[in-house]
């Protein structure tokens, strides 16, 4: 469950595509143009008002997306989407009894894997979604100062809440069941992961992977982050990649996984323990890790 690799999506935050999305936005009075509240729906129509669920004006979040201006919102009405949404400029995706499904979707880059919300930009809220089906991750955060809430995420390859290169981010009142790779993921692949705050959700039978993950892969670190109040229930059940409730490990020399606060949580029915340290390669930094009332 720490073999993830997440190289092809983080190609696209040094230029391509994420700076075509922001060429949509160059010019005051293009900015000016670009609506502050977009709807979406499958029974869009281009040519409807666009105030409303009833008068969406959109089908695809995408569109929608590229659509609104920079800190508005993209509310995702009620129906199912078929497409790996990537927020690339700040802004607010809400979902009003949305569900995104990934299956068969390629991502950000061809054969990077489909993530069912890709958030790249800083200052993302991503609230009150259904994602699903992803050959990757539910949500993938690498944008700074992300708000991830009350979302569902469900039967996706990989896990459902992934935090990975991001700071002063929060996933709170999320669900994730039945992903294969775990239910949340707090890691340093994309860079370092830190200063992050996941809070009142709930990992249930997530049968591949371990319910909470704070994992080193390079030396780039995951610190400062806290875990608290969480549930994790009946995950890493399958005996070919059993895993526990809450595991803070590295693979890799030096990787670094400290300074994190795992507070408050419940685990039952997990694989392997509750809560897991696991370290046993040359320089790796575990230090100052509070593992309390649980």
């Known amino acids: 469950s720490m073999g993830k690799t997440i190289k092809g999506t983080l190609a696209l935050s040094t230029g391509g595509t994420l700076l075509a999305f922001g060429a949509l936005g160059t010019g005051a009075a293009q900015a000016a143009a670009m609506p502050a509240t977009?709807?979406?729906?499958?029974?869009?129509?281009?040519?409807?008002?666009?105030?409303?669920?009833?008068?969406?004006?959109?089908?695809?979040?995408?569109?929608?997306?590229?659509?609104?201006?920079?800190?508005?919102?993209?509310?995702?009405?009620?129906?199912?989407?078929?497409?790996?949404?990537?927020?690339?400029k700040p802004l607010t995706l809400r979902g009003e009894n949305a569900v995104i499904n990934a299956a068969g979707q390629p991502g950000v880059v061809p054969g990077a894997g489909g993530n069912a919300v890709t958030v790249l930009a800083p200052q993302v809220t991503v609230e009150g979604l259904k994602v699903e089906n992803g050959s990757g991750d539910g949500i993938l955060v690498v944008g700074d100062h992300a708000r991830v809430t009350g979302n569902t995420a469900v039967h996706n390859g990989s896990t459902g809440i992934d935090l990975n290169g991001t700071q002063g981010s929060v996933a709170a009142g999320n669900t994730?069941?039945?992903?294969?790779?775990?239910?949340?993921?707090?890691?340093?692949?994309?860079?370092?992961?830190?200063?992050?705050?996941?809070?009142?959700?709930?990992?249930?039978?997530?049968?591949?992977?371990?319910?909470?993950?704070?994992?080193?892969?390079?030396?780039?670190?995951?610190?400062?982050?806290?875990?608290?109040?969480?549930?994790a229930i009946d995950n890493g059940t399958d005996p070919q990649s059993p895993g526990s409730g809450i595991?803070?490990?590295?693979?890799?020399?030096?990787?670094?996984?400290?300074?994190?606060?795992?507070?408050?949580?419940?685990?039952?029915?997990?694989?392997?323990?509750?809560?897991?340290?696991?370290?046993?390669?040359?320089?790796?930094?575990?230090?100052?890790?509070?593992?309390?009332?649980?």
Do not use: K, W
């Open 176 to 231: 994730a069941d039945y992903n294969q790779g775990g239910g949340f993921y707090i890691a340093d692949d994309a860079g370092p992961t830190a200063h992050n705050t996941v809070t009142g959700n709930v990992a249930y039978d997530n049968p591949g992977g371990c319910g909470f993950i704070l994992a080193s892969h390079s030396a780039a670190g995951v610190y400062d982050n806290t875990v608290s109040d969480n549930h």
């Open 38 to 88: 977009v709807y979406v729906s499958p029974a869009g129509s281009a040519h409807a008002a666009g105030t409303s669920c009833a008068t969406a004006s959109f089908t695809s979040i995408n569109a929608a997306i590229a659509a609104v201006t920079p800190g508005g919102t993209v509310v995702a009405c009620r129906g199912t989407y078929r497409e790996d949404a990537d927020a690339s």
């Open 247 to 294: 595991i803070l490990a590295s693979d890799v020399a030096n990787g670094a996984v400290y300074d994190n606060t795992v507070e408050g949580n419940v685990t039952s029915g997990n694989g392997l323990s509750g809560i897991t340290l696991h370290a046993h390669l040359p320089g790796q930094h575990m230090n100052g890790n509070v593992i309390t009332g649980n």
